[in-house]
């Protein structure tokens, strides 16, 4: 084990799994894995758009990194009172899983 997370004000660490004959990681650290961040904001009218660019790699070829907190804390500096957070993976290797934070889902 490596590496701690923090979850709903329980600390998480992060643990290593085997899957398919792959290490996996599990709750891999934002903070370690964040190689870059980059944010555009605009407004014209009654619309407007705040993007939030996130660049990650991990230590493993196979991780799950916890981006909620982030993206939550995105989503309240946008101002954004009605509207919609789009989040996606940008590139065909990655993807974007959402679900509840369930350790037994994790092992799944």
Known sequence: ???ENVFGGERIMAQRITSHGRTVEIDASLRESLKQEE?????????????????????????????TDRLRKAVRDSGVSDGF?????????AAVYVNDYETGIMQD
């Open 1 to 3: 084990m490596r590496g």
């Open 85 to 93: 957070a789009l989040i996606s993976a940008m590139h065909i290797t």
């Open 39 to 67: 944010i555009t904001q605009s407004a014209g009218g009654s619309f407007g758009s705040y993007t939030l660019y996130l660049w990650l790699q991990t230590k493993e070829s196979r991780a799950i990194v916890r981006l």
